[in-house]
């Protein structure tokens, strides 16, 4: 009989990258979180200007992206 221990870095990356949502319309967002498989919580209208987590930030399995969208143009 063997015993066998595994540590957690052993187990396989259940995180992603937050991809750059930044400056781009909420039909863009939508359909790029959903051909990378990315809940998205979209709040507001317009052109995204605030995300949480950030680009580039690891995303784990099952978090949600919060876009913030305004229709300023800054």
Request: cysteine-free; hydrophobic content about 35%.
């Amino acid at each position: 009989n063997q015993l066998v221990l595994a540590a957690d870095h052993d187990a396989p990356k259940k995180t992603k990258q937050t991809p750059n949502f930044m400056r781009r319309s909420l039909r863009e967002v939508m359909r790029r979180a959903q051909a990378l498989g990315i809940r998205v919580n979209p709040i507001g209208r317009g052109v995204a200007r605030y995300q949480k987590p950030r680009p580039g930030q690891a995303l784990p399995k099952n978090r949600v992206v919060t876009v913030v969208f305004t229709s300023k143009r800054n």
